[in-house]
């Protein structure tokens, strides 16, 4: 029987090199989306369909980070996990957000959010809050560290964005920048990890 390493047998389901590049596309998004909170965007049916995609190609992009960084453990198991699942539920809110919200009045928005919407909304953020910061700290302590100041960079901005309901416009746009910036910064680093040789 042969053992295939685990970094060869994921790549070859998610190239690594396109798991970077998914990266450096969410950074896109993210700044597209935050283009459009500060109204320098027109919000458009196009602009609206684009959002959820931040945390779609997101997800395969903390993958990719996964595997290059060479975390290992429990924890790295357990934060990566919560990271993948929260982008996940995320995708749903904001297509909630983007696409359904946007099209009703306020005060029927009003009254999903104060029922189990609301809640499962919640939920999402807090799951993006733990797994975002967990994720960094798996990151931080693997063999193979990313740039220090981007993986603080992906953790802070995770809690601005996480609890958006309670800080000011300004204050978020900035965590939809500096979480972009972070994530093209970490692609970048994963495309130079994928050149280097393994051993």
Known sequence: MVVVPARESISQVLPLRQAAWCGVLAAAVLLVNAAKRAELLPTTAWTQLLAPMAEILAIFFVIGLAVVTGMRGTFAVVAT????????????????????????????????????????????????LIGTIGFSAACAAAPNRPPALALVGYAASGVVIALRAFVPEFVLLAGLIVLAASIAWLSVWLLVGTRRPTA
Do not use: C, H, K, M
Not at 86 to 112: C, K, M, R, W
């Open 81 to 128: 996990s919560l990271n993948v699942a929260a982008l996940a539920a995320l995708v749903a809110a904001e297509a909630v957000i983007n696409l359904v919200f946007y099209d009703l009045p306020s005060e029927q928005v009003d009254v999903l959010r104060d029922g189990t919407l609301g809640a499962g909304l919640t939920i999402a953020s807090l799951a993006f």
